[in-house]
């Protein structure tokens, strides 16, 4: 064990003098730096900011990729599956298949053909089953839709029950999504931030009167308050926007009553009282900042709960009116045909997700940049 | 104790006055009129059904017979369906609803607390990482998408459960999945949370350095402290499952308090929208309040801290 023990003498001591040791070595950060440092060693968070913007480019353009307008109607191409040039091995080929079963293989085929109405040029049929091993013969139909059809042109995402270009609509309904999205962050930002900020800066009877107001508001079910909101004004996006108004800021406003109530009786504040600041200098220079972290945080989260809210509203038929498109709107379009035309519900339900997923995420990781205490 | 509830049943009445208010000037500002039929009916004709219910008074007095009747649990007569009270039509309607948001709550908490347990054990571990990502999508996707999701593929591919329709209890599946993810994702992230802080805590540590071994610690000391925050939470569950509960019903043909509710805005059925409205504000109101006194009993912290 001895030859491990170092010899005393190769030690130097190091020359150490106070400055020396007081030296800063690494760059100074500002909580905002060090946040964003946070924030992007986070992957999912970064993942989900790119999936957003992605969505946000294709919202603004994707309606522009394409000849086709969102209220441009065509029967004859009504329910055409979706054609990619190149994605046909992921089922964007503009075909349609079945299975169908019968006790023979004769009665299969013929009922495989009778589902796409005989038009036996354009379906390829495959035995998958020929019912030798005593269970049900079954044959799958393959329909090409955009031959039947003679349709050059390819809809990439399918078209509606009414023939309307299904890209053209989901980006369009994607805009209104998005646009949820701002508004909420924008009604919490404005409207909620000042009432809470002001309820418990000014105090006594203001925050009294103030928060008994919350108190009952906060007892009526959202969703209620925004169904009679809706009710009484016409559907559509302006009496969305203002029941969102009316309904969304609360929760923001009790966090920021909260955090300044905690706050301005701190000594920086008192300090900077004495120095003379006014009360809009100190709300400005000294709580806001300090909150700012938790605004953003609570703004992120009440973003997908908004869209999540449009949606819902849309789909129930109390959002945007019958011929815009909104992606509740379109997802509702396509339950009802969902047996047979899957795609018409697919695509908008997809995007819904990524939207919700990729805010989620994204104010999951903001959460735990800003606030590393509240990391789950 | 004692006052803390006095004033909360006092709040109670207060905003349920003000929503039954609120609810009654909302609905006379309605566009549209309860006749279905107006422009084929004349002036006579419209007069005598208006009377009949009432509907020609000054707004003050269907005012004061309304609130009234409420009072005494009458919440008016259907225009939709003729002469049927819509108290009746409610209770008729609220056995799926409730079946069907009980349903969806025991089974939704129970499957979110293993799968945040499980996380909360495996800390930074594969389960975890899986169970979180599962959370973060059960949280995301809208119960609308997974409906359409497990109508399509549960019900009409494999046809394993019946698509819609109530008519037994293999009917109540699909509804009940759609309805459970979100509070499965919601518990989920909450336990995992909790757990996760109990975990770290002195008693834990003190636990273990008596020789209690993993299991007794996760089990005995660490789950039945993370469980009482789970609470808390319990209470905008039940609010999301009766918002979700709209949608849901109509998907799956279900004949609940939802279905009729959106039925009712579409035919600008005004007693039966006022009457759901005020059953869902009431229920809403209660859950918080019977969740804020039970926080209070299982958790004696928080009455001491409350008694000082």
Redesign the interface.
């Known amino acids: 064990m001895e030859n491990h023990k170092p010899n005393k003498d190769l030690f130097v001591p190091v020359d150490t003098t106070d400055t020396e040791s007081e030296k800063i070595t690494r760059p100074s950060l500002s909580f905002w730096q060090d946040s964003f440092i946070r924030l992007r060693k986070n992957v999912g968070a970064m993942i989900g900011l790119a999936v957003l913007v992605i969505l946000t480019l294709l919202a603004i353009f994707g309606p522009y990729l394409n000849d086709y307008g969102v209220y441009e109607q065509d029967l004859s191409r009504s329910k055409m599956p979706p054609k990619v040039e190149g994605l046909g091995w992921l089922g964007m080929d503009g075909t349609l298949s079945d299975v169908q079963s019968a006790d023979t293989l004769e009665q299969a085929q013929s009922k495989a053909l009778m589902r796409f109405n005989n038009q036996e040029d354009y379906i390829e049929t495959e035995v998958v089953n020929d019912g030798s091993n005593g269970e049900q013969a079954q044959v799958r139909a393959t329909y090409d839709v955009y031959a039947a059809k003679d349709i050059q042109e390819n809809y990439w995402f399918g078209t509606d029950g009414l023939g309307r270009d299904q890209w053209t609509r989901t980006w369009m309904g994607t805009r209104v999504s998005l646009y949820i999205a701002f508004l909420a962050a924008a009604i919490d930002m404005l409207i909620g931030v000042a009432y809470g900020g002001i309820s418990a800066y000014y105090g006594g009877r203001v925050d009294n009167v103030m928060q008994r107001i919350i ?2 508001l906060v ?3 959202n ?2 308050l925004v ?3 809706i ?2 004004l ?1 559907p559509g996006i302006l009496s969305i926007t203002i029941a969102l108004a009316i309904a969304g800021w609360i929760a923001m406003a009790r966090i920021v009553r909260g955090q300044v109530l905690k706050l301005k009786n701190q000594e920086f504040v008192l300090a900077s009282r004495t120095l003379g600041a006014k009360d809009s200098r100190i709300l400005q220079r000294h709580l806001i900042p300090n909150v700012l972290g938790l605004i953003i945080i609570n703004t992120m989260f009440s973003i ?1 709960s908004a869209i ?1 809210f449009e ?2 509203l849309s ?4 959002g945007l009116p019958t011929p815009m498109a909104s992606l509740g709107t379109l ?1 509702n379009a ?2 009802q045909s ?2 047979i035309y ?1 795609h018409i ?1 697919l695509f908008p ?1 997809v995007v ?2 990524l939207i ?2 990729a ?3 994204l104010a ?1 990781g903001l959460r735990d940049a800003f606030d590393p205490k509240m990391r ?1 | 104790m004692t006052r803390y509830i006095i004033q909360r049943i006092i709040y109670l009445i207060i905003t349920m006055f003000l929503i039954a208010t609120f609810t009654f000037f909302l609905m006379k500002f309605l566009p549209g009129t309860p006749l279905s039929a107006a422009d084929k009916l004349s002036e006579e004709q419209q007069q005598v059904v208006l009377e009949k219910y009432g509907l020609d008074d000054p707004v003050p007095i269907q005012y004061f017979n309304y609130m009234v009747n409420l009072v005494q649990g009458d919440l008016g007569i259907s225009f939709q369906f003729d002469n049927r009270e819509v108290s009746t039509i409610i209770m008729e309607r609220i056995g799926p609803s409730m079946q069907l948001g009980v349903q969806a709550m025991v089974i939704g908490v129970i499957l979110g607390m293993l799968l945040g347990l499980v996380s909360a054990i495996y800390h930074n571990g594969f389960m975890d990482y899986t169970s979180t990502f599962l959370a973060v999508l059960g949280q995301s996707i809208p119960s609308f998408v997974f409906a359409g999701l497990l109508q399509f593929y549960i019900g009409v591919k494999f046809g394993w459960f019946p698509v819609a329709l109530w008519e037994g209890w293999e009917y109540t599946v699909l509804p009940t999945a759609s309805l459970a993810i979100f509070p499965i994702a919601i518990a989920a992230r909450f336990m995992r949370t909790e757990m996760l802080e109990v975990m770290g805590s002195d008693y834990i540590v003190t636990a273990r350095a008596k020789g209690v071994n993993k299991v007794g610690v996760v089990f005995k000391h660490g789950l039945r402290n993370a469980l009482i925050p789970l609470i808390t939470v319990l209470g905008p569950l039940a609010i999301s499952l009766m918002t979700g509960s709209l949608v849901i019903e109509n998907i799956f043909a279900v004949p609940g308090i939802g279905e009729q509710f959106v039925k009712a805005i579409n035919v600008n059925d005004y007693p039966i929208i006022m009457g759901t409205t005020l059953l869902l504000s009431f229920m809403f109101i209660i859950i918080i309040l019977i969740i804020d006194l039970l926080y209070g009993v299982i958790d004696p912290r928080i009455r001491l801290a409350e008694g000082e």
Do not use: H, R
């Not at chain 1, 789909?315 to 109390?318: H, K, Q, R, S």
């Open positions: 108190e009952i007892g009526i079910p969703l209620v169904i009679l909101m009710l009484i016409e997908p999540f949606a819902f789909f129930i038929g109390l997802i396509g339950f969902l047996q899957p519900l339900a819904i997700s919700m997923i805010f989620n995420v999951d789950e």
